[in-house]
């Protein structure tokens, strides 16, 4: 039996008088159960767990058997509006230099304090406080693997290993991320990073929209079997990781592949290109494992473009391989 879909209309009243509107979704399956929250782009550059949550909504309007859904695709509305991580940013400034705009660190939000604050106070209010279970969608920067982050609580961590993806990180506690404020007041609050800021991927989506599921089939909101995603997943506090490094300076072209894969010791890379004399240095895996960050990255790389370039000084980062220790 389908369920409607119930569009609802968060009003935020900004300091400036102004009034901003967020828009959410409700599903209802009639039937007593949990409460799922689901949010994503509370930094408005990670915008892939929104379009895996209105796949989820679809999917939960047909066939939701037990509890509520409530999904904000589009929490900061205005830094999504604004193309930025948070509100009122200037070209290339770092994610760190929030100036008390970073969304994830003010849950349960402040009436009555900055803008950001506001949003989420107005979104806490309409629909988080009723939630019982939040699941908090965000992206990392394209070269590194996305991630399954949670603190080590029991129940939770075991609730992570089942949602299928490869990299579980156990975070140290955070009361004013919106995961760890449902944590704290004893609720389940989980956070998930996708690969890649500013862009909608269709695998990262689909890999998005399985986590959702198992998730909702894991609290048994939704019927059928988990489905089995990356097969092996590794808890950072049961892996041990090894970077590789550049031998020279250079531009480092990347062989065929990317994060999440397996490798094998010595499986070639890729290499660099000597700015000195154009020689050319390849570069292998160092241990078997998974690839959980590939390619030449560096600080600020979410937000300015530089970071992304692939030429390199030696010493610097080119992967990342992961494996479980014993
Ligand atoms: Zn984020």
Request: glycine share 10%.
């Amino acid at each position: 039996m389908a369920h409607r879909v119930e569009t609802q209309r968060i009003r935020v009243n900004l300091r400036s008088g102004q009034t901003v509107t967020i828009p959410g979704w409700r599903v209802d399956s009639g039937t007593a159960g949990p409460c799922l929250l689901l949010t994503a782009a509370q930094h408005g550059n990670e915008v892939q767990g929104a379009e895996a949550i209105r796949r989820f909504v679809e999917d939960a309007a047909e066939r939701l058997t037990n509890g509520r859904v409530f999904a904000v695709p589009m929490v900061n509305l205005p830094a999504v509006r604004e193309r930025r991580p948070h509100i009122r940013m200037r070209p290339e400034q770092p994610y760190g230099d929030a100036r008390g705009h970073n969304m994830n660190h003010w849950w349960s939000g402040e009436k009555s304090g900055n803008d950001t604050a506001r949003l989420a106070r107005a979104i806490y209010e309409a629909i988080g406080a009723e939630a019982t279970h939040a699941l908090d969608l965000h992206c990392w920067e394209k070269h590194k693997a996305g991630a399954v982050l949670v603190r080590d609580v029991p129940g939770i961590r075991e609730l992570a290993g089942k949602l299928g993806h490869r990299f579980v990180d156990i975070r140290p506690p955070n009361d004013r991320t919106l995961g760890g404020y449902f944590c704290a007041t004893g609720r389940v609050g989980i956070t998930y990073e996708f690969s890649g800021q500013y862009v909608v991927l269709e695998h990262e989506v689909r890999h998005g929209l399985m986590l959702i599921r198992n998730l909702a089939k894991a609290l048994g909101m939704l019927p059928g079997r988990l489905s089995a995603g990356h097969r092996s997943v590794l808890f950072s506090d049961e892996c041990e990781s090894v970077d590789v490094t550049a031998p020279c300076s250079g531009l480092f072209v990347t062989a065929p592949g990317g994060v999440y894969e397996s490798v094998v010791e010595g499986r070639l890379l890729g290499h660099v290109l000597s700015d000195i004399d154009l020689s050319v240095h390849q570069i292998h895996a160092p241990t078997d494992g998974y690839l959980r960050v590939f390619g030449a990255s560096r600080a600020n790389c979410d937000v300015a473009m530089p970071g992304h370039h692939p030429y390199v000084t030696k010493g610097e980062r080119l992967a990342t391989v992961a494996f479980k220790v014993n």
